[in-house]
């Protein structure tokens, strides 16, 4: 069976290799209505498809490669988390990993319009959606979470109790990945410095909230409205969703948009606000340095940047290193 793959307004023929019959008995078992027509999504590290319903919304079922070690319940249960949140986002209305179903394990959620904020990057507006990311993103710190920590399918795995401990246990992963794939002794030692010296930074947490820990202009749909003016119209994405300091969390955000969208920083920042921390500029520097370490160890384990590359990110902590701690 052959559908249309839509990107950008654009249709493409492609195939999705789904079953309307089995898929319309799964939507049976869940009361979800008649399936129509599928549409396969781009984008994302799952293959998405868009459903048409008789009689009903469209939905989106997000289906996972179990060659990846990914847990539905994991997502789930973080955007169960915001449910009483006033944030346009992914909201799920099934989820099986028994392949009983389907042969393959899934999510089934709500359809939220528009197209990534990222493809709206030359539009002369495009500050106010990243204005609007801002506050989006301090709405979801508004949600606090009792410890630090990782999510899965039954709440917090494995919390601590202090910023200082949970940093400190995420920095020792990401460094000691960091010495294994090469970065090099001497440059992780330096930066396990600086990380030791910033611990009175790190310890003033106001405490554990919802953190996305992927939100950038990738994860955020957006369109026009009726008057022509750019509006944010969803929120994606709760596979790295974890408990953690909101400023941490912020400067994961901002890290990433920058890295994707050039100039995003500053809207992005007015639009969170005020930033809860005797020394806010500090403490956005630490963690950017944490983010970094990890992005880098990440990116050589899945083999984006090959052994011996040089990438930018190596360039940016050797920056950083240099400079030992946050200058205006």
């Not at 590290?45 to 490669?65: C, E, H, M, T, W």
């Not at 319009?113 to 990222?118: F, L, N, S, T």
């Amino acid at each position: 069976m052959s559908e249309a793959v839509e990107e950008q307004g654009v249709k493409k023929a492609a195939p999705v290799g789904i079953d309307l019959d089995r898929l319309a008995a799964t939507f049976a078992d869940f009361g979800l209505g008649v399936p129509a027509a599928i549409t396969e999504l781009l984008g994302g590290g799952a293959r998405s498809f868009r459903i048409d319903r008789v009689d009903g919304q469209p939905v989106v079922l997000k289906v996972f490669n179990d060659a990846l070690p990914y847990a539905t319940g994991k997502e789930t249960y973080a955007s169960q988390l915001l449910g009483d949140l006033d944030v346009p986002m992914t909201r799920f209305l099934a989820s099986d990993e028994t392949r009983t179903r389907m042969p393959f394990r899934y999510t089934i959620a709500n359809y939220l319009p528009g197209r990534q904020v990222m493809t709206f990057k030359d539009a002369p507006d495009v500050g106010d959606l990243y204005r609007q990311m801002g506050e989006m993103l301090r709405k979801l710190h508004t949600v606090p979470v009792p410890g630090y920590g990782a999510f899965d399918a039954d709440g917090l795995h494995d919390p601590v109790s202090t910023n200082t401990e949970y940093l400190a246990r995420r920095f020792a992963h990401g460094i000691g990945q960091f010495r294994r794939y090469g970065g090099g002794e001497a440059l992780a030692q330096r930066l396990e410095a600086i990380f030791a010296a910033h611990a009175d930074v790190i310890a003033e947490s106001r405490g554990a909230v919802f953190a996305h820990d992927d939100f950038q202009p990738h994860n955020v749909l957006a369109e026009r409205d009726a008057n022509g003016r750019l509006q944010l119209t969803g929120l994606l994405d709760f596979g790295n969703a974890r408990a953690s300091d909101p400023i941490c969390d912020l400067a994961k955000a901002l890290f990433c948009s920058e890295h994707d969208a050039p100039g995003s920083t500053p809207h992005i920042r007015a639009g969170y606000g005020v930033i809860d921390h005797p020394d806010p500029e500090a403490a956005l520097w630490i963690y950017t340095l944490v983010h970094r370490v990890t992005m880098w160890m990440w990116l050589r384990h899945v083999g984006v940047i090959l052994e011996g590359e040089r990438h930018d990110l190596m360039g940016d902590l050797e920056a950083m290193a240099e400079a030992g701690a946050y200058t205006a």
